[in-house]
DNA sequence: TATTATACTTGCATATTGCAATTAATTCGG
DNA sequence: CCGAATTAATTGCAATATGCAAGTATAATA
């Protein structure tokens, strides 16, 4: 059997070009990291900015600087907690939520597209495997552990 | 049907996580760009430093210096060709080889660890699976093109 | 031979990153 | 109840990465 190193290198650096170009949306430019951010304050129930950065595995300090800029750029508020004030939670204004919402719609147009060279039972055999691979990384002691998923 | 882009975006990241983790080896440690590049000249015949540096989408005087950096870690070397001497051929040396055999032998490692969660008849339909997606991106226009694969 | 094109490198300015230290709020031990 | 230790988040700073514009060297073309 072919080296499967090799086939999921090459699939992630697809990937890599993939999120690289999908990131632009309601007229300003977002980055790869920004999209993940984004993307992860949308999907979990009123994050902290710790929780964030831990699920994106990106070190807090940065991560803040991050929020930040993101904040700046009027798609994310961050509140203080009443009960406990040095926890924020994070959240996406109306416009990031847009920005999110049409980030997903683009990535679902690639997405889509690439499945276009498949038949349907590839297409639902691959989807089934992500989720498949997905599940098995979550299980996996020795890498890829996040809290999501 | 759930979102396809949430199952790709997860798995996106769990790879970019275990990405980071599985690039030191021989002493020396190794960054995820610096994988790339050394699998890249591994994999192609004498390839020019362009060559390489639109395989990986980078930028080519990005390029030029991470390649830099590289000869400097003794792990490339550059060499210019006779009959064009504009052209600078790259390969790996001795210790690079080892650099990207290693790495190469930790992800294999790491995908098998994955793996171990599904039962044989999972696990090659999830490979043969990555095969039709990269095949397909490989035919889609709109995204990931790469010359590669 | 002069112009144009190509392969690669450097200058500079900007952006990203993470460790160490700081601030602010909470909890714990006596 | 008060001071020490803990926790959440932010800032200082230094190192690294990035890309555009410009430069160098070689080759092709007219």
Redesign the interface.
């Known amino acids: 059997?072919e080296?499967?190193?090799?086939?999921?290198?090459?699939?992630?650096?697809?990937?890599?070009?993939?999120?690289?170009?999908?990131c632009s949306a309601g007229g300003c430019d977002i980055s790869l990291v920004q999209s993940?951010i984004l993307?992860e304050i949308d999907?979990q129930h009123k994050p902290s900015v710790q929780q964030v950065a831990e699920a994106?595995?990106t070190d807090i300090t940065t991560f803040s600087r991050q929020i930040q800029s993101l904040i700046k750029m009027n798609l994310v508020k961050k509140t203080p907690v009443p009960d406990d004030r040095r926890v924020h939670v994070l959240s996406l204004t109306t416009e990031g939520k847009y920005v999110a919402a049409t980030i997903?719609q683009q990535?679902?147009a690639?997405?889509g597209?690439?499945?276009s060279?498949?038949n349907d039972f590839?297409k639902e055999?691959?989807?089934?495997?992500?989720?498949?691979?997905?599940?098995?990384?979550a299980?996996?002691?020795?890498?890829?552990?996040?809290p999501?998923?």
Chains 1, 2 share one sequence.
């Open positions: 059997m080296n499967v190193r090799e086939l999921f290198q090459i699939m992630t650096r697809r990937f890599g070009f993939l999120n690289k170009n999908c993940h993307y999907h994106l595995g997903d990535m679902n690639y997405l597209e690439v499945f060279h498949m590839e055999t691959v989807i089934r495997s992500v989720k498949l691979l997905n599940e098995a990384m299980k996996s002691s020795l890498c890829c552990t996040t999501i998923g």
